[in-house]
């Protein structure tokens, strides 16, 4: 009984001291934005520096996600999850302190560093807590706070730069960042990988592979997708990325053995999330803006009328969390992508410069259930796919694709959009964000086929891909 309640206890701090970090970690991806044009003011620099401050924190954080994830298994998850916490917490004071652009834009890069650290430890430590026959819900609520962070960026962003000043964007960060990490140090139990070894040759060429197409993807728009530093990118990335591949095919030791793939699960739900990220963030970074430039709402009014979608994770994400213990994962993140998408497709339908607020409910509440019902069960189908051994990799490899999918979706159709109309006039504005929402509908709804691979429930009656014993049983922990 009192083993049963000091193990209750670990699993509730894992969780509290995880979803804070994790949201902190989400939140940084979209914050910046609608700050954007008072940080210029203050300190100057052209739109080619004010595009590297958002995609600085995106590229680092993408290509040293994998990396971040094999430093943990090798060297300890709780120590490299407390040195990931500091560099992170260190460089947002950083960013609020620059004095200049350029200094704004290194320290979002460390930022990105302490992120891609911090992140993928954060779902393996929470998992090793938990109990099985509890962790569906609990990664729920991971989930439903990470979700949060996400879609609420750019209202958090928009209302302290609006009410305060832009630097509180980042300050925000630090006395969160230095309450966690004693308690990290106290109430998290450290775990390492059995066997773990790092794979240099594997590390180089993801990281170099991801950040030539990440880069490319950013900066496609602004330089033009026949230059030469766009072409070779994208060339020089996926060539690397190819041979990455194969490395895992044949390596004794790869960083990500690309059988890991041949598993349903783990195949199904890792393109799924990319789609998914690349479907939403296009979207909110694109209606973010209409709700500002062509309605006129001042960005906290923008973010609070954004609030059925971006709120919904909260009420729906733990209730998801508990029928994908019950039924399974599939059909909880099938049902979500497939509501994201027609939510989207709503969207699209009625965007118009004079649209009024209700005609946007509809799709703004399907569009927050459905992500919610996505990111709570996700997290939970990951993690179980693989064996205990192997998920701080499977958790770096998941949180990658995401990123990688969120810089392609603001690629992808920012390149739409720009081709369709443009800033001129609300009219244009328009003309270039419908045709945009729905190839982010399309990509999501296109997620919702693939989430279905995912297998259904196991023959024991379990949760898909759920690991029978528990994780201590098969990882002691190490004081």
Known sequence: MGQQSVRGGSAV???VITSVAGFMAALDNLVVTTALPSIREDLGGALEDLEWTVSAYTL???VLLMFGAALG?????????MAGLAIFTGASAAAALAPGIDSLIAARAVQGVGAAVMMPLTL??????V?????????GIFGAVTGLAVAS??????SLTEHISWQWIFWLNVPIGIALLPLARLRLDESYAPNARLDVPGTLLVSGGLFGIVYALVNGQADGWSSFPILTGLIVGTVLILVFIRHGMIAKNPMLPMRLFRD???FGINIASLLMFLGMFGSIFLLSQFLQGVVGYSPTEAGLRMLPWTGMPLIVAPIAGYLSDRIGGRPVVATGLALQAVGLGLFAMVLEPGVSYAAQLPGLILSGVGMAMYFAPAASVVMSSVSPGEQGIASGANNALREVGGALGVAVLGAVFAAQGGY????AFSDGTVPALWIGAAAVALAAVIALMIPGRGRSGGPVGETAPDLKEREPAVA
Do not use: K, N, S
């Open 13 to 15: 701090w894992a969780l």
């Open 60 to 62: 680092t954080f993408a």
């Open 73 to 81: 298994d090798r060297f300890g998850r709780r120590r490299l999850f």
């Open 124 to 129: 393996t430590l929470l998992t090793a807590a």
């Open 131 to 139: 109990p099985a026959a509890r962790r569906g819900a609990a990664l």
């Open 153 to 158: 960026g750019p209202l958090i962003g928009g």
């Open 264 to 266: 349903r699960a783990f």
């Open 424 to 427: 001129e006039t609300p009219d």
